[in-house]
């Protein structure tokens, strides 16, 4: 159910800083963009079916045990209040108890790398793992989708490695490839799928060094998420180091060329360096946007829209930058940010705060919240051991998952 959540920028940082994956950086050596990124072909990419290791649903028997440091749960997606997903480093698991256990679903092959990769968990049965090749990460993947709960999976091989995956429904996804930053600069491309990732169509690529890259999204600037709303409108979130300029980009015909968003930053702020935080839709008019500024003082700041994105309302409050965001629905949101938890009923016109009686600090590196009152978080201790916690109360009090 957390399809849409603003994790899907916190999954693809995680990818691209680690395993010398080129993350963004703010200075360096200028973007050098791939140039052997193989074009998609009209008959595009034969799937060969990958098996994963026989588990039967009825007598299924937790694999791993999050006391071991190297099966630690480094992000959840919950559909309900018993069944989610999770990643470990090198894991794709899968719970029906609410966090209490956890079972090994991965696909059966040996050559996952650590990190695994890029997920896409749709339903509690439809996902998929993009799977790098590290030695050529910016023109080869593999593809794993399972429409079974991860019993079995099918693999394909891609012309990208990573980047910002997302699928509206079983058949529709889009991709953000990855294609080298450096400089402040980052070279992506736009591919679709319409056949639940068995073919990818190239849509566009800034990418200079190619015939026919598109000018209309700059390789200036770090690309951090694509947000699709169907299948033509789409928004793409990032950085760019100049004062009083927010990275925002919308696409009308399917990611073929893009344009930038207008938005009115606070009064006060017009030299803030701004950084994307999140975007969230809710069907295909009204959503939400979390930026970060950074000036004298620095503060995280909300928008709202109520016509898919032509126009964009400032909310009212302002908190402390990073943390988390996550809206559950047009009306309900979470933040989580300096050790507290605020919750609105009211599209974030106003808020109240909830100080948990378990301190997290800054500890906290994932949340997840189904309703008002059912959530989880992933939060460091001491040993840099990650912990799942479980609260039932609108996160007064925590308890953890496996003790």
Same mark, same amino acid.
């Given at each position: ?24 950086? %703010?200075?360096?050596?200028? #973007? ?17 079916? #990958? ?22 749960? #480094? ?9 989610? !997903? ?15 256990? !956890? ?24 996902? !998929? ?23 079995? !999976? ?33 070279? =992506?491309?736009?591919? %679709? ?67 930038? #968003? ?11 360096? =701004? ?73 974030? %016109? ?54």
């Amino acid at each position: 159910m957390r399809a849409c959540r603003f994790a899907v920028l916190i999954l693809f940082l995680f990818i691209t800083a680690c395993g010398g994956l080129n993350p963004p950086k %703010q200075s360096g050596q200028v #973007v050098t963009p791939a140039t052997n990124v193989p074009e998609p072909t009209s008959k595009g990419i034969t799937p060969t079916t #990958v098996t994963a290791t026989a588990l039967n649903k009825s007598t299924l028997t937790p694999t791993i045990s999050l006391e071991t440091t190297s099966t630690e749960l #480094v992000s959840i997606s919950m559909f309900d209040g018993s069944n989610g !997903w999770g990643l470990t480093e090198t894991q794709v698991v899968r719970t029906t108890d609410a966090g209490t256990t !956890w079972m090994d679903f991965s696909p059966d092959i040996s050559d996952l790398g650590d990190p695994i990769g890029t997920p896409y968990f749709l339903t509690e049965e439809i996902a !998929w793992l993009l799977a790098p090749d590290f030695e050529e990460y910016f023109s080869r993947g593999t593809l794993y989708s399972t429409n079974d709960g991860g019993l079995n !999976w099918t693999s394909v091989t891609t012309p990208f490695g990573g980047g910002s995956l997302t699928f509206l429904d079983e058949k529709n996804g889009w991709i953000m490839a990855d294609l080298g930053a450096g400089a402040g600069s980052q070279a =992506v491309a736009i591919y %679709q799928t319409t056949d639940g990732g068995r073919s990818w169509k190239l849509k566009s690529t800034n990418d200079p060094t190619r015939q026919g890259a598109d000018t209309t999204l700059p390789l200036g600037g770090l690309k951090y998420a694509l947000v699709p709303l169907d299948k033509n409108t789409a928004f793409i979130g990032g950085v760019v180091y100049a004062p009083g300029t927010v990275y925002l980009f919308r696409s009308d015909d399917g990611g073929l060329t893009w344009k930038k #968003v207008p938005m009115v930053l606070p009064d006060g702020t017009e030299e803030a360096g =701004v950084s994307f935080k999140g975007l969230q839709f809710f069907g295909k008019t009204y959503g939400f946007l979390a930026l970060n500024l950074s000036a004298s003082d620095q503060k995280l700041i909300l928008y709202e829209t109520q016509d898919g994105g032509d126009h964009w309302t400032l909310l009212p409050d302002e908190y402390s930058p990073g943390g988390r965001v996550e809206f559950l629905s047009a009306s309900e949101g979470v933040i989580y940010n300096d050790g507290s938890f605020w919750f609105t009923q009211d599209a974030g %016109q106003t808020w109240s705060m909830i100080q948990p009686e378990k301190e997290f600090g800054e500890s906290l590196t994932d949340m997840d919240f189904i309703d008002k009152d059912l959530g989880w978080v992933i939060a460091y201790d001491d040993s840099n051991t990650h912990i799942l916690f479980r609260t039932t109360d609108g996160g007064r009090s925590w308890v953890p998952e496996v003790k």
